[in-house]
């Protein structure tokens, strides 16, 4: 008699148990004792459960100007108000005069008389001379009067005129026009200065203008600056890393490390490991060499093996042959057994099989996170990410600014370097042209110049 395995859906003796699995959360269901294994998205018993991955500590990398939204096993990265999706995935502020959710509305200014239109609320920033919600109502400035006082100025009222403080200046006691007080602005000193006090070194008397400390810029000086991302970055002891802080940065000791007393980061000792020293190992001591100081994994004595190296090591012993291509042999707590190697999975004729293409590690059951356009090939074994030129980061999503990364410009003299996504462009500045030894000179040669473009794709005409 044959014996066969249980469907996907049943389990136990004679297969006569139903599976109680989730079907479409659900890779497998244990044909012995029902266990469901759930897709990536999903726990639980059953797999019933969702994973809210925006909750998760760290949260999903999403781009600038996004923020992450739970789905139905999964999640997606949203754009915020005031920003849209652009094809490469990034969010872009709103333009052509639109604003609001995903740049679906329509500015309502007077585009004449607008400088802007702000692109998360649609409110309108009017050219000089004119105001009101739309920019459409025009300002009646005096014409013909010239005030005589020191600091005023004529304003047309209804049925004639007033002299008024000139901006930035107010009545005083004894009728003249002094300048407004601290935390002040504007025509008659009305205004409150919306400076962010504490960031800002001065708010101008005429027209509010926030000058910022040190560490802080923007209109009201509320954006931080990260020095961590200027070039050159502030430079830090080994083994540490810049953290941006508010209006400042700390030098912070990487994972596996701690600070000294003389601001050195040294590594973790005394079983410990992680962030700043601060967690404990979990090796079984008796059966270990040592416990990584930056993950904590143990690196287990000889006959012994598993993440806390709790499990007799029989795969050493060839207790069990695995002896297709691209198979080893497994330690668990019940047993050795014969796995693929990473970057390789099991096919329908029980063979080792390279990861399909995106996919990578222990059954190729893990995605790749790398930006494909941007990537010249994802690790079957570990998923790392090999970058095209031009972009860095774990999964190449960060442009390389070739115009900065270095302490001299990648372009000829007499040219300026703009960074491009992935790239960068050497434009020859006014008055000079390319040529064909790749410098940009004075001499004027249209014909030259249409070689030069040609010949050498970084080069432009100014």
């Known amino acids: ?65 996004s923020t992450c939204v739970n789905t139905n096993g999964s999640y997606l990265c949203v754009c915020n108000t005031g920003y849209q999706t652009l094809l490469d995935g990034n969010c872009t502020e709103c333009t052509n005069d639109t604003y609001g959710s995903n740049c679906s509305t329509q500015c309502q200014c007077n585009v004449t008389n607008t400088v802007s239109c702000h692109h998360v609320t649609g409110n309108c920033t009017c050219k000089q001379g004119w105001t009101g919600p739309t920019c459409d109502t025009d ?10 006082g020191q600091n005023e100025m004529c304003h047309n009222t209804a049925g004639g005129y007033d002299c008024v403080c000139v901006t930035g200046y107010q009545r005083s006691a004894s009728s003249i026009c002094i300048p407004c007080a601290a935390g002040t602005y504007g025509n008659n000193c009305t205004l409150p200065c919306t400076c962010i006090t504490n960031n800002t070194a001065n708010c ?67 079983n410990t490991f992680g962030a700043n020293c601060s967690r404990q190992c979990q090796c079984n001591v008796t059966n270990t060499v040592s416990c990584d100081h930056v993950t904590g994994s143990c690196n287990c004595s000889k006959g012994w093996d598993g993440a806390m190296c709790n499990i007799k090591d029989l795969c050493s012993n060839h207790t069990l042959n695995c002896t297709g291509d691209k198979e080893r042999c497994n330690n668990t707590e019940n047993g050795p057994e014969c796995v693929c190697e990473d970057g390789y999975h099991y096919n329908a004729s029980g063979v080792c099989v390279e ?14 996170t790398c930006i494909t356009e941007n990537t010249v090939n994802c690790s079957k074994v570990d998923g790392a990410c ?21 302490s ?23 008055g000079y042209l390319t040529h064909a030894d790749g410098n940009c000179t004075g001499e004027h040669d249209e014909n030259q110049c249409d070689i030069e473009i040609k010949h050498h794709p970084h080069y432009y005409r100014s």
């Open 1 to 65: 008699m044959v014996c066969d395995a249980c469907g996907p859906t049943a389990f136990g003796r004679n297969c006569s148990l139903t599976c109680p699995c989730v079907t479409n959360n659900t890779v497998s269901c244990n044909n012995v004792n029902g266990s469901c294994t759930c897709n990536s998205g999903w726990n639980g018993t059953k797999c019933e459960q969702d994973i809210n991955e925006c909750a998760q500590s760290p949260p999903p990398s999403c781009v600038a100007n």
């Open 408 to 430: 001299s410009s990648p372009c000829v003299a007499n040219s300026t370097c703009y960074n491009t996504n992935g790239s960068y462009l050497c434009v020859c500045d006014t």
């Open 204 to 270: 101008s008397n005429v027209d509010g203008a926030c000058t910022c400390n040190i560490g802080w810029r923007g209109k009201s000086c509320e954006q931080d600056i990260d020095e961590c991302k200027q070039s050159p970055p502030p430079s830090c002891v080994a083994n540490s890393t810049c953290s941006n802080t508010n209006g400042g940065y700390l030098c912070v000791c990487d994972t596996g490390f701690h600070s000294l007393l003389d601001g050195n980061c040294t590594a973790c000792t005394g």
């Open 355 to 368: 990861c399909s293409s995106g996919t990578y590690g222990g059954n190729c059951s893990s995605l790749c």
């Open 139 to 148: 300002i009646d400035e005096c014409v013909t009067h010239n005030c005589s």
């Open 386 to 406: 090999t970058c095209r030129s031009g972009w860095t980061g774990g999964n190449c999503s960060d442009d390389i600014n070739e115009c900065t990364a270095h």
